[in-house]
């Protein structure tokens, strides 16, 4: 959002949540505080528009995380059925129950010249080419999707028009990122509230899925 800036107490929130995860969560062994000091290094140091993808390497170098096959979900405008899909059947893995997307979850940051984080405002996403938290949230939806193996599950929102969005994240990072030699199955769930579809596995967007993914080789259902 424009205008907000970095969001306060950041360093305690990201590291509070890092030890939450490694041991709470999902008890592993990383270094929460090598982590913040990789995140601060990549964002604080450009400037604020600058923030590529290269810079987070380092932050993401000291916390590679291994997957399950059978158990990526990816989602695009289906958020609160995302988590409660995720709820009901436990098995089901989302970027956000990755380390970096349990740590940056709903945070804004960017840095000001003096080295330091800008509390004050943020430029709009849509205004940087490479803005700090677009560039972050970029590179971990790559990571996640080029680790997806098996069967995967797409969560798609039937009740809005382009529920298959090439420029959504899912449209324009992961699914590019998918390796048909690692996954066997790309299985798309076409959802929509009660006042029903626009879309669904026939009609719309979907179709466009469906049809870039033969074309790269996977193999596919689609359920509405
Ligand atoms: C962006 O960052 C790169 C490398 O960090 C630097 O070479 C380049 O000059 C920067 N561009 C702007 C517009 O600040
Ligand atoms: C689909 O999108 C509509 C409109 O944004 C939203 O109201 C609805 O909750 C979404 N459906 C799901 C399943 O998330
Ligand atoms: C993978 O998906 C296919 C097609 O839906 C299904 O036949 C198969 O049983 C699934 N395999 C696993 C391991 O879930």
Redesign the pocket.
């Known amino acids: 959002k424009a205008q907000l800036g970095t969001t306060p107490n950041i360093k305690h929130i990201v590291v509070g949540r890092c030890y939450t995860y490694i041991t709470l969560v999902n008890p592993s062994l990383y270094d929460c505080e090598e982590i913040w000091r990789q995140f601060e290094e990549a964002v604080v140091h450009q400037s604020s528009c600058n923030v590529t993808v290269e810079d987070y390497y380092r932050m993401f170098n000291v916390m590679p995380q291994i997957w399950p096959c ?1 158990r990526f979900l990816f989602w695009s405008k289906t958020r609160a059925l995302m988590h409660s899909y995720a709820a009901v059947f436990q098995h089901f893995w989302t970027l956000e129950d990755t380390l970096v997307g349990y740590m940056f979850n709903d945070l804004i940051f960017c840095g000001q010249d003096e080295d330091s984080f800008d509390f004050n405002s943020c430029p709009e996403w849509s205004t940087c080419r490479n803005h700090p938290v677009y560039s972050l949230w970029r590179q971990a939806s790559q990571n996640f999707a080029e680790m997806a193996c ?2 995967i599950t797409v969560l798609l929102n039937g009740s809005i028009v382009n529920a298959f969005n090439r420029k959504s994240m899912f449209g324009s990072v992961e699914l590019d990122s998918l390796n048909p030699q690692r996954v ?2 790309v ?1 798309i769930k076409v959802v929509t509230n009660l006042e029903g579809p626009h879309e669904s596995c026939s009609h719309g967007s979907v179709v466009d899925l469906i049809q870039i993914l033969q074309y790269r080789g996977f193999h596919w ?1 689609c359920t509405d």
């Open positions: 059978n098996g069967n066997d199955y299985n259902t």
